[in-house]
């Protein structure tokens, strides 16, 4: 990967192997099917390369925020189902709420070159998951023999979970794949040379994720539009009303302050100029409610 230092799925060689790939199969489900195949789809390349090259591919990834420990309706079960369809060879699925027990552990033992497992919702071990707990890192890397981790789960990169950057510390190879090679070069060149004018934007629930971004993209952007969640954050920051909405109330003074930021550097950043409201919200979520299209101020 020219001028971005990162070791790729093209420069390593898989054959016998067995390879630990970190996919966002984050996908949106109803009834237990699902309704966008977008990032399984887009994870294929990756997968099918390690295939071609006859690695043992074993597939991770989290579905969803599991509160309770194993769930049903997070399972990877139709992840599975769908991947089958898109691939040439065999695709088992550890179904194992411990994600890498007996069942896993069987599975993948008994792999032949070219094929794929892949494992139940990395979240079904909770805290280990998302607090990047060493033992089930290990875990992981152990049921590959600790021999090649692929990442290419980019819109879980930023986060310091077991399947996403503990169980680096413990194989001997690691790269990323195609899709994580993409867009860090989209990326790079879109932030370090862009075309101007240089507009962006940034969306999602929480302002305290993007701290660096947000102050780092008003250096280098024309203009900053910001939508989404977080979005009310900054309106609270300016004064308007918000009533119950999604507000981090710890990062008001810090959005006051990249406002600030943006008019001393003659930079626009741009918030919605109106909301949609309602008494409260829907319950069940996809419940009819009435709603009403306001100003934001």
Do not use: W
């Not at 070791?7 to 309704?35: A, E």
């Not at 867009?183 to 940034?202: D, K, T, W």
Request: hydrophobic residues 45%; negative net charge; contains cysteine.
């Amino acid at each position: 990967m020219a001028g971005l230092n990162k070791v790729s799925v093209d420069d390593i060689n898989v054959k016998g192997k067995h390879v630990l790939v970190r996919c966002d199969f984050n996908v949106p489900l109803k009834d237990g099917v699902i309704t966008n195949d977008n990032r399984i789809q887009a994870a294929l390349p990756t997968i099918k390369k390690l295939i071609a090259d006859g690695g043992k591919v074993v597939l991770c990834s989290h579905l969803g925020k599991p509160k309770n420990g194993p769930e049903d309706k997070f399972s990877l079960a139709p992840v599975a189902k769908r991947l089958a369809e898109l691939v040439d060879t065999k695709v088992i699925f550890a179904k194992d709420d411990n994600v890498v027990g007996e069942n896993a552990k069987k599975a993948v033992a008994e792999m032949k070159d070219g094929e794929i497992v892949l494992l139940e919702n990395t979240r079904f071990r909770g805290a280990e998951e998302t607090k990047n707990g060493e033992a089930f890192s290990k875990e992981l890397a152990d049921l590959v023999n600790d021999e090649v981790f692929v990442m290419d789960a980019f819109g879980s990169a930023h986060r310091a979970h077991a399947s996403t950057a503990g169980v680096t510390k413990f194989v001997k190879e690691t790269a990323v794949g195609y899709l994580m090679q993409k867009e860090i070069q989209y990326l790079g060149n879109a932030v370090e040379v862009p075309v101007r004018p240089f507009v962006a934007i940034l969306g999602g629930a929480k302002v305290a994720d993007k701290l660096n971004v947000i102050s780092n993209l008003i250096e280098k952007c024309d203009t900053l539009i910001i939508g989404g969640g977080m979005a009310y954050t900054f309106l609270k920051a300016k004064g308007y009303e918000v009533g119950t909405s999604l507000v981090d109330d710890e990062k008001v003074a810090y959005c006051k302050d990249m406002m600030d930021k943006a008019a001393a550097a003659g930079k626009q950043l741009l918030l919605p100029i109106d909301t949609t409201i309602a008494k409260s919200f829907p319950d069940p979520i996809d419940a009819e409610i009435e709603v009403a299209v306001v100003d934001a101020d």
